[in-house]
């Protein structure tokens, strides 16, 4: 199975502040890496698709890149919308597999 | 729009079963795959499998083999989860996802609003 190791687990930031998340695959994945957003109580919503895809009605502050092994998602300037737990999942072969989530918390 | 719906709150005893639904809407059915997820409490998201409502090809997670059973019926739009043989860690909020493809790649959207399923004695 494909690992996915996600950094930070956890992160404080500010309205307005540059926020990066990073998605480490344990093997190559090409650009098979699909990020979403999950808010308390609720399910998960697509972000990004492809590694670098943005999803239709989201956002143009969030942006993702990478390929390979490494990729990132980037928020621009955080709204207080944006306060939530973020996953990467890797689409390269299955078992599919998730990192274990981002906790974005208001600074 | 497109819409999964799935059912209500589950609560069951080890060793019982559980039959999740999920009927979608808005889309054709048959064009497009469902993917089942799950997610423990306080836990991260654990991919369970996949089913092909145009033909009935499954795909499951080698850890649930045997134990968890994906269907659908194409009358009613509807993809169910099987779940047997349950133990306490299998509470969880259980959710479906319409799968999208596009060349080799695919991801998971919308996604249906979950179902608490628990498993208590």
């Known amino acids: 199975d494909i690992q996915m190791t996600q950094s930070p687990s956890s992160l404080s930031a500010s309205v307005g502040d540059r926020v990066t998340i990073t998605c480490r695959a344990s093997?190559?994945?090409?650009?098979?890496l699909n990020w979403y957003q999950q808010k308390p109580g609720k399910a998960p919503k697509l972000l990004i698709y492809a590694a670098s895809s943005l999803q239709s009605g989201v956002p143009s502050r969030f942006s993702g890149s990478g390929s390979g092994t490494d990729f990132t998602l980037t928020i621009s300037s955080l709204q207080p919308e944006d306060f939530a737990t973020y996953y990467c999942?890797?689409?390269?072969?299955?078992?599919?597999?998730f990192g274990q989530g981002t906790n974005l918390e208001i600074k | 729009q497109v819409q999964l719906v799935q059912s209500g709150v589950e609560v069951k005893k080890p060793g019982a079963s559980v039959k999740v639904s999920c009927k979608a809407s808005?889309?054709?059915?048959?064009?497009?795959?469902i993917s089942w997820v799950r997610q423990a409490p306080g836990q991260g998201l654990e991919w369970m499998g996949w089913i092909s409502p145009n033909n009935g090809n499954t795909n499951y997670a080698q850890n649930l083999q045997g134990r968890v059973t994906m269907t659908t019926d194409t009358s009613t739009s509807t993809a169910y989860m099987e779940l047997r043989s349950l133990r306490s860690d299998d509470t969880a909020v259980y959710y479906c996802?319409?799968?999208?493809?596009?060349?080799?790649?695919?991801?998971?959207?919308?996604w249906g609003q979950g179902t608490l399923v628990t498993v208590s004695s």
């Open positions: 808005g889309y054709t059915f048959t064009s497009y795959g």
């Open positions: 996802a319409r799968v999208l493809v596009v060349a080799a790649a695919n991801w998971f959207d919308p």
């Open positions: 093997q190559s994945i090409s650009s098979y």
């Open positions: 999942q890797q689409s390269f072969s299955t078992p599919r597999t």
